[in-house]
Every structure is written in structure tokens, then in C-alpha cells.
């Protein structure tokens, strides 16, 4: 009697990510702002109202007031909701098909949920990112689309663009998505494993997990960064009446122009709250996809 059917996955898995959330937004209202600044700029050509982790949460409350912080918690939490509800329950009918217990299963089937995670969710993330860029004006970095609200963004984005403006920027959203499930899934197991056979903790424990989380998310959050910068940049750019971006074509052309005219170090601008941000929600989804994997087994285990 163990065995528990996707929905009810479903709804824990977004109620983990949702609690998250609220914590993790602040650091994502930071993430985005030093990520947007210095856009397309060389080094030192540009002033910096952001430096560093702490001194910009100090400035964006300061600009903002505290509740400044939880910025676009709103489309975040939907976001949260749409991308995870999605990616675990793709992920556990995945698991009752036997797909994860081929070799390498697991790091495709979590990849494959968290493009379609992150594709349904894409509109959500959208209109986070422009409401988490937007402030006053002399602390204002990268475009600002001075949307009120979640719905007004929404209702914004569909009169000017329609539909498929909705979908602006998915093409940096979902390798992003991809790279970093892939590297979750394929170091979380290895990193809890090795922490096992170190033996400094009860082996059942959930500290195990834990541990195993936040050394995978060292992992994650280098491969992860660069793809996380340009889909910061590919969400917030202005586009033209067409809904073509009036700054980058693409993920390929976003990454090259950083490069060049920023230099590669500014594909890892906002590492520090990416990681802060990443190490919560790589533990909470990951103890969650923990349990769930645990399910899974038990009820192959009884259906055989």
C-alpha cells in the first residue's frame, strides 16, 4: 500500500518548489539585475549599482523598499508551478514505463520533463524577468518594460505581440532547462554515493541527500550559469513589432556577443546567488525526486 499515483507526486513536488520559492526570490531579483548589467559593454566602460551578493540586496531594498525583494514572486511561483507540476509528473510516468531503469535513463528522462517543464512555463518566466529587471531609474539596468502587474504584463504581451510573443525567449529557457537537469540527475547520484561510502553520516539519513545536493549543485550551477545569463538577456530584450529581439537572434548569437563584447567571464555574472539560489531548490527537488524514486520502486516492486 505504498504506492502513490503521479497526481498526488504532482502536488507535493510544486508544494516543495513553491516554499522554495519564496525564499529563493530575493536572490533571483539579484541574479537577474547583475545579470542584466553592463549589457553588451566592455568591462569598466559602465557604471555598477550592483556589486557583489550582499551590497546588492542592501541596494535593490534601498531602490525598492524590502518588499522591492520579492519582485515578481507572483509569475515565480506560477512559474514553479507550471514547470515542476509538468516535469515531475513527466518524469514519473517515465519511471512507471521502466524508462529510468535503462543505463542513462535517468539524466534523459529528467532532461526530456525539464524542457517540457520549462516550455509550459516559459510565459511565466518571462514576466518575471521583466518585472524583476524594473526600478528606478538610476538603478535601472537592461531594458525596462514597466509592466504593473502579473496580469497587466500578460494583458501587454498578448495585445502587442499576441500568443507566440508569450513564448519570447523560450529557445534560452529550455537548454537551460535541459543542461541543468541533466547535471543534476547525472551528479546528484554519484555525489550521494560518494558520501555514503565516506560513512560520516547514518546511511539512511536524509542528511545524505542533503550533502549529495549541495555538492551537485556545484556542478550544476557551472555548467548552468552561462545558459541561465542568456536566457535572462533573451527574456528581457526589447523586440520589434514582429516580436523579433531588437539585440539577439538567438541563444547562439546571445552567448557570442557576451563573449565578445563583454568578455566570457560576464556568461557567470550572478554566480553567487545563482548557486545561493540553485543549492534550496537542487535539495528540495532533489529529496523530493529522492522520495519519488522510492515510490516508483516500491510499486514496480509490488506490480511485479
Wanted: contains cysteine.
Amino acid at each position: 500500500g505504498e504506492t502513490v499515483p503521479p497526481v498526488v507526486d504532482l502536488v507535493l513536488g510544486a508544494s516543495a518548489c513553491c516554499l522554495a520559492c519564496v525564499f529563493t526570490n530575493p536572490l533571483e531579483v539579484v541574479k537577474t539585475r547583475l545579470q542584466l548589467q553592463g549589457e553588451l559593454q566592455a568591462r569598466g566602460t559602465y557604471p555598477r549599482p550592483y556589486r557583489g551578493f550582499m551590497a546588492s540586496v542592501a541596494a535593490v531594498a534601498r531602490a525598492d523598499g524590502l518588499w522591492g525583494l520579492q519582485k515578481g514572486l507572483a509569475a515565480g511561483l506560477l512559474y514553479q508551478g507550471l514547470m515542476n507540476s509538468v516535469r515531475f509528473y513527466c518524469y514519473s510516468l517515465a519511471c512507471q514505463a521502466g524508462l529510468t531503469q535503462q543505463p542513462g535513463g535517468t539524466v534523459v528522462a529528467g532532461a526530456v520533463a525539464g524542457a517540457l517543464g520549462a516550455f509550459v512555463g516559459s510565459p511565466a518566466y518571462l514576466i518575471k524577468t521583466q518585472l524583476q529587471a524594473q526600478t528606478v531609474a538610476e538603478m535601472a539596468v537592461g531594458h525596462q518594460h514597466n509592466h504593473q502587474t502579473l496580469l497587466g504584463a500578460l494583458e501587454t504581451i498578448w495585445r502587442q505581440q499576441g500568443l507566440v510573443g508569450l513564448w519570447q525567449g523560450v529557445g534560452g529557457a529550455v537548454p537551460r532547462v535541459m543542461v541543468g537537469s541533466a547535471a543534476q540527475l547525472a551528479t546528484f547520484a554519484s555525489a550521494k554515493a560518494w558520501v555514503q561510502e565516506q560513512q560520516w553520516l547514518p546511511a539512511d539519513s536524509w542528511l545524505v541527500a542533503l550533502a549529495g545536493g549541495m555538492i551537485s549543485s556545484i556542478a550544476v550551477v557551472v555548467v548552468m550559469t552561462p545558459f541561465d545569463v542568456t536566457s535572462t538577456r533573451l527574456y528581457n530584450q526589447p523586440v520589434d513589432r514582429a516580436g523579433r529581439g531588437q539585440l539577439y537572434g538567438g541563444l547562439t548569437n546571445c552567448m557570442v556577443k557576451i563573449w565578445r563584447q563583454e568578455g566570457p567571464l560576464a556568461l557567470y555574472k550572478g554566480l553567487g546567488p545563482a548557486y545561493l539560489r540553485l543549492g534550496p531548490h537542487t535539495i528540495l527537488s532533489m529529496l523530493f525526486w529522492d522520495e519519488l524514486r522510492k515510490l516508483a520502486g516500491r510499486a514496480q516492486h509490488q506490480g511485479t
